[in-house]
């Protein structure tokens, strides 16, 4: 929090962003459950009597809500606009200072930290450009992901608990932990698979290969280093096809999971609308409004899915920041 503190006015503005952003998404579901029942009734008022005023009726009020939708599309365009520059802001500004803490520090220190095993020119280097992104990964748009997600939970709940069904609400709560890990489960498959930490000693083996040309190739190690490369990749293309097979199951269990709320919501709230519990409008602003929180937690859940790596190189860069060399080449 510190390290963002010269962008404190610019957390302020986007945290006001995430609060209208967070209660906008449930609000929608307002409008599309008024649309749908204006839809309903006036249709099914006209096959009864065949009388063309109750069409009438229906296009002046989709037009009207079709307006509302609308404004909403514009004002929530500019909110947006806001909530996304604000955080990747004081993000680019995080990254910035992270990176000139880390290469300060690299600087200064004695000889004897660039003799410690896995302290090679290649591997420093790849951990200047990446550590400082992924501390950042989690610290900038994520935050503002978790502020609006809060939000729209809380909006949520207001709309299903006091305009839609209590009933039915209730059902969803239940297996709301299911509708977030299957939307956690897509927001992951669609980041695309993870780059293996493994990677980084290959990339440190053909930095020094390349800027140590010359020798290399004086040497004759050129195929030496071709086959230690190609070890090193062994591991990250194993990595890579378990992970593909474990984002096609989990893609799988995502829809699965969405189909069978889907089923089971329709079930029951047909059940409490033909008991006369509830109206077919409020059991389209339950659904609607619940789902959106779903949906909403489980996408942030997932971008979250970083915490550790991000945790690691935080821990690595403050490791090298306070590690005090026996001789500090900035004093000297």
């Not at 909403?72 to 365009?77: D, E, L, P, T, V």
């Not at 520090?105 to 550590?131: M, P, W």
């Not at 809060?150 to 207001?158: H, L």
């Amino acid at each position: 929090m510190e390290l963002t503190k010269p962008e404190r006015k610019y957390l302020i503005a986007g945290f006001v962003a995430c609060c209208i952003q967070g209660f906008s998404m449930p609000g929608v579901a307002l409008i599309i459950a008024n649309v749908m029942s204006v839809m309903q009734q006036n249709y099914w008022q006209y096959t009864q009597t065949g009388k063309k005023s109750y069409l009438d009726t229906l296009y002046t009020d989709v037009r009207d809500q079709a307006c509302i939708f609308i404004g909403i599309a514009i004002a929530i365009f500019f909110v947006s606009y806001v909530q996304t520059y604000t955080f990747r802001f004081i993000g680019e500004k995080l990254t910035t200072r992270l990176r000139n803490m880390h290469f300060q520090a690299l600087v200064r220190q004695d000889i004897g930290f660039f003799d410690i095993e896995g302290h090679t020119t290649g591997a420093l280097t790849t951990d200047l450009s990446t550590y400082a992104t992924k501390v950042v990964a989690i610290a900038g748009e994520n935050q503002s992901r978790i502020v609006q997600t809060v939000f729209t939970f809380v909006a949520a709940m207001i709309i299903s608990f006091g305009l839609g069904s209590w009933q039915l609400t209730l059902v969803m709560l239940c297996i709301l932990p299911l509708m977030v890990v299957a939307t956690m489960f897509r927001s992951q498959q669609m980041k695309g698979q993870k780059v293996s930490d493994s990677l980084t000693l290959s990339g440190s083996v053909a930095t020094e290969a390349i800027v140590n040309a010359r020798t290399v190739t004086s040497l004759g190690l050129q195929e030496e280093l071709v086959r230690k490369y190609d070890e090193m990749l062994e591991a990250p293309m194993k990595e890579g096809v378990r992970e593909s097979h474990i984002n096609g199951i989990m893609n799988g269990f995502s829809t699965f999971s969405m189909f069978a709320v889907y089923a089971l919501v329709f079930w029951y709230g047909n059940k409490l609308i033909v008991s006369g519990a509830i109206t077919f409008q409020e059991m389209v602003r339950t659904l609607m409004a619940v789902m959106m929180a779903a949906q909403g937690m489980g996408q942030t859940a997932g971008w979250m899915g970083d915490t550790d790596s991000a945790k690691k190189a935080a821990k690595e860069i403050f490791a090298v920041v306070e590690r005090k060399p026996v001789i500090d080449s900035s004093k000297v």
